[in-house]
């Protein structure tokens, strides 16, 4: 029997991990220097690397690492402790959000990646070296940059990211104690009625900015989400008693929906023979926010701001709440009431008051 390498075996808090030393022996010949009650070079051997397994959870510990079978294999093989980074832990768990979540919310955790690398000022340093005043910090920087309901939204995300870290023995310890993390609702902003009529009429005189202009007044009149809109066909569109509508699942959620498709939104459809011109949801964006400027309606101009104002439109007009649910594709009316409860309020006032004469 020929030659085969000592493996040693790791084992701490349940978990196994073996690693092949750099010595190899025959089998026969291993059992029996083991065997032996005299003193031998495999004996010496061995016990020169228990000193050094020990040296090795002495560095780990004092230098406030996380003790696992991992990385006491990480220190054996490289020669002393392998720094996880804040990097490392982006990439890793991203790479586990990419495979389970939507496009969507995974190009957010992108946008939270780039702020948090941004505040830091470093995106290789040691995860063990960030600490709860940092995230305060962070927090704090949030604030002057975005409104507080998006500046807890992108907080708490990162905390979701940390918890990965604490979860798999990145950390020890859970650096987000004590922070409490806004819950305030943002207010809903939508387009009036003459604001969208304001962007239907007005030339911005580059076929581009048209274009968008006409797929965020598209969103406007059907409530489509970008992704849905981009995945629209032709066939999609239904008419019952000369209403157009569109009946499907949602790509976001999977979760079918009706909307009727209002009569600016059609005029948009008709104009493209019913294949509309879509480009990503970045540059879509990105030119609402000129078509918001030259237009001057004084608002930020976003694709969802589309949703939100056929939502608005639908409810100020009376429409019931269940109904607006079940066009939009939530997954309950508790989502919609919840969203916009300020303006069930105001549509409830206006139809008692105009009902009973007030």
Do not use: W
């Not at 001057?296 to 439109?313: D, E, F, N, Q, V």
């Not at 009316?333 to 206006?350: C, E, F, N, P, R």
Request: charged share 20%.
């Amino acid at each position: 029997m020929g030659y085969a390498p000592i493996e040693l075996s790791i084992i701490i808090n349940g978990k196994r991990c073996f690693i092949n030393l750099p010595r190899k022996e025959k089998p026969e010949v291993y059992k029996r220097l083991i065997a032996s009650k005299q003193t031998n070079q495999l004996k010496e051997y061995i016990a020169l690397q228990m000193a050094s397994i020990n040296t090795a959870i002495t560095d780990i510990l004092s230098s406030g690492h996380i003790l696992t079978s991992d990385t006491l294999r990480d220190y054996i093989q490289n020669g002393g402790i392998k720094l996880y980074t804040l990097s490392d832990l982006f990439t890793e768990y991203l790479s586990v959000l990419e495979q389970k979540d939507n496009l969507e919310n995974y190009q957010k955790y992108i946008v939270l990646q780039n702020d948090f690398y941004s505040f830091i000022g470093d995106k290789n340093k040691p995860l063990v070296n960030i600490t709860n005043a940092d995230i305060r910090g962070f927090y704090g920087y949030l604030n002057k940059q975005y409104k507080a309901s998006t500046a807890g939204g992108k907080l708490a995300r990162l905390k979701c990211v940390f918890r990965y870290a604490y979860d798999n023995n990145k950390i020890s310890i859970n650096i987000f104690n004590g922070i409490k993390i806004s819950k305030q609702k943002p207010s809903i902003e939508y387009l009036t009625e003459e604001e969208v009529h304001t962007l239907i009429t007005k030339d911005f005189g580059i076929d581009r900015l048209n274009k968008v202009r006409d797929l965020f007044i598209f969103q406007c009149g059907s409530g489509l989400s970008y992704s849905d809109m981009a995945h629209l066909s032709p066939t999609d569109i239904q008419m019952d008693n000369g209403v157009a509508y569109i009946h499907k699942c949602r790509q976001k959620t999977n979760i079918d929906f009706t909307a009727v498709i209002l009569g600016f939104a059609m005029d948009v459809l008709e104009k493209y023979n019913y294949s509309l011109p879509v480009l990503s949801n970045q540059k879509m964006n990105a030119y609402l926010g000129e078509i918001g400027i030259l237009s001057g309606i004084g608002k930020r101009l976003h694709s969802h701001l589309g949703r939100k104002t056929y939502a608005s439109y639908l409810l100020n007009k009376g429409v019931n709440i269940s109904v607006v649910s079940k066009a939009l594709g939530h997954a309950n009316t508790l989502i919609t009431q919840s969203t916009y409860a300020h303006m069930l309020t105001s549509t409830i006032v206006d139809s008692i008051s105009s009902t009973v004469g007030i």
